[in-house]
């Protein structure tokens, strides 16, 4: 009465599936992750965008010390 349904299991094998088409997924998972390895690139830390924005504030402190001293 209370019987949940099952899933259906099928055993579908595509029509075209060869070997071959597996080893050239393989070979394009290789060469993507050789790809995105080499674009990654290690910036200096000092020309780091925080390190800039930190650069950038510190010169305006500095800025407005010394307009202090001018005055």
Do not use: C
């Not at 299991?9 to 050239?24: A, C, G, I, N």
Request: glycine fraction near 6%; proline fraction near 3%; avoid cysteine.
């Amino acid at each position: 009465m209370f019987n949940q349904r099952k899933n259906k299991r099928f055993s579908y094998k595509p029509r075209f599936q060869d070997s071959e088409e597996v080893k050239s997924k393989g070979n394009l998972e290789h060469k993507w992750s050789e790809i995105k390895g080499n674009t990654k690139r290690r910036g200096s830390r000092l020309f780091s965008l925080p390190a800039l924005i930190i650069m950038l504030i510190a010169l305006f402190v500095l800025m407005y010390i010394l307009d202090g001293y001018i005055k």
